[in-house]
């Protein structure tokens, strides 16, 4: 357990075909542990930004509105195809992730390929999706990229592997900010069943069927 | 597996402090679902509607606005407890839950509590979130209120318990209409570990410490 705060402030990145979950997953955990977190969405810009799956959610501030935070959280979703090759965005997030006394950099899924793309990860291990792991990896050779892990910690850097394994990573992150007793009662609370193993990837030897 | 479709057109309920995952989890799920399913989320009117954990979905449309759907499903969240004494609202939701042919009554957590202040659970077993069982229980004595389940489904009437419950029932529910291969590949996509059977629930005789 690091430094307990009052609260710590959760900065999520939203952009256009963001993945749903990944980003409330681990919101969800975050705001059920006892108001200890802050947590804003940042979006292109204030309002609206469309998921990958249909739903929008509402992006509290713009990038450029955004303040210092103590945790990045970026996730997954095919629109971080795109993100990569937008150089505006990866020196916005290069330089936001890096003010301050230095936050939690952390993704979910392949929102690793965006850190590793800002170079927000070189010298450091890291995960991503299993389905798109090559993809990820190829935004950076900086970067010891783990293939079988549920998430990766090192430092204030973690990264998760696909989707649901955002939720396993935020409850991990709550552990080591405010203990495993807190941790135990959000997931309790979530009547999930929190796989608390980082090393127990249970996706990293299948395959999709091609028809997929 | 019932009749197969080539969408499945499924509404989501929205209102003040609804869930978020919920709502996220489930739609994540049928999202992922190789476009089987059209969701509309549907709340008091179009536009922002807040969940308890802070963040906004964007509603679709307004719930008066709200066409014939195959799938219904109704999310918990605290704003369920007022939710229930808004007779304009549950009687909206006993008609539009009724019409065509009948859509599948869906909950996840104290959504159950929802569809039985609304009749819409009479004469049929169902569940719901195990730290607020009492409460929805309390909505009506016309259910056969089951406390030990990850979800109940009885025909076109599926709840389930709380909040990561929704996913698992998500997932059954995906199977059911287009067989469990299709619900297999959902949950590898999402590297879920997907519990299947609606009988083991974890914690239907845990207790939240009391300063939760």
Redesign the interface.
Known sequence: MRTRKDAWRLGVVLFEDF???D???P??MF??A?RRFD?S?IGPQAG?VRS???????ADLGYGEAGTVDIVLVPGGIGTRRLVEDEGFIGWLAGWASRGEGPYVTSVCTGAGVLARAGLLNGYPATS???AFDWARSQSDQVQWVRSARWVANGRRWTS?????G?DMALALIAELYGD?MAS?VA??????W?RDPTVD??AG?T??AD?
Do not use: D, W
């Open positions: 993945e749903l979950l980003v409330c997953g919101v969800e705001a059920l006892e947590i969405l609206p990958a799956q249909g739903p929008s959610l509402m999706n299993k389905f592997s696909g989707i649901s394994a939720i007793e009662r309790t609370a979530a009547e999930y069943v796989n249970p996706f299948v999709l069927a997929h």
